[in-house]
């Protein structure tokens, strides 16, 4: 079984700031990691996913996120914020079960970038 | 856009009624997911299909039935319907069955149950 905690489900930055996401997730099994985003009134659109190889994962929109096996963690950086970023961001697992598997979402960290 | 449709994009009924939700998955996908999102639950998975055929079952009720048609459209069927039903329900498709491929996601239907 898969699981994913969000810490904080709001996170306000100034626009050119630092933005830290933080995903924790508990796996059974070698997991596959996402950050998905989802805009007001749109679906979901993913970020980046770590699969297998590097750790340090590179996104759309200048995000990225590292993969650390020892501390079960796939937190969310970019390092300035714009305003544009305001979203909702999810982190999700999945198991590399050799089957078909679903995704398994947190419950989401709300970005707000002021001024 | 996606390339992942979904209709209707909003839907109004009253308890006890049935619903039939419907996704078109992009071109050349053939795995269809369905997810509930509402304020208290989150992202909740339902249901996927590959090519027709059921492939996992996530949290999803009795009262709600899904299948996936050989033209590889689906559609979600939610019986009555209570207003705990009320939520943004979304369709993504993907190429592969498996864990590693993206999911791309249509932009939901949004069902309010009075």
């Known amino acids: 079984a898969q699981s994913v905690t969000q810490l904080g489900s709001h996170v306000s930055v100034s626009e050119g700031a630092l933005v830290l996401l933080r995903c924790n997730y508990s796996s059974s099994v070698p997991p596959y990691l996402f950050w998905y985003v989802q805009y007001p009134n749109q679906g979901l659109q993913l970020l980046l996913k770590?699969?297998?190889?590097?750790?340090l994962v590179k996104g759309i929109n200048g995000f990225e996120a590292e993969f650390k096996k020892s501390e079960t963690s796939f937190h969310l950086t970019k390092p300035s914020a714009h305003m544009s970023d305001a979203a909702e961001y999810f982190c999700a697992v999945s198991g590399r079960t050799g089957t078909a598997s679903k995704l398994t979402f947190g419950t989401g960290t709300r970005l707000q970038v002021t001024l | 856009d996606s390339g992942v449709t979904q209709t209707p994009k909003h839907l109004i009924t009253a308890t006890g009624q049935r619903v039939t939700l419907r996704c078109s998955p992009r071109?050349?996908?053939?795995?269809v997911y369905w997810y509930q999102q509402s304020l208290d639950q989150g992202l909740q998975f339902l249901i996927q299909?590959?090519?027709?055929?059921?492939?996992a079952k996530g949290n999803i009720l009795e009262r709600f039935s899904a299948q996936q048609f050989p033209d590889l459209h689906s559609e979600l069927n939610l019986s009555s319907l209570e207003l705990g039903d009320s939520a943004l329900y979304f369709c993504?498709?993907?190429?592969?069955?498996?864990?590693?491929?993206?999911?791309?996601f249509g932009e939901g239907s949004r069902l309010t149950v009075l």
């Open positions: 993504a498709s993907s190429v592969v069955a498996g864990e590693a491929g993206e999911l791309f």
């Open positions: 071109s050349g996908d053939l795995s």
């Open positions: 299909y590959y090519n027709g055929e059921e492939r």
């Open positions: 770590y699969t297998t190889g590097a750790t």
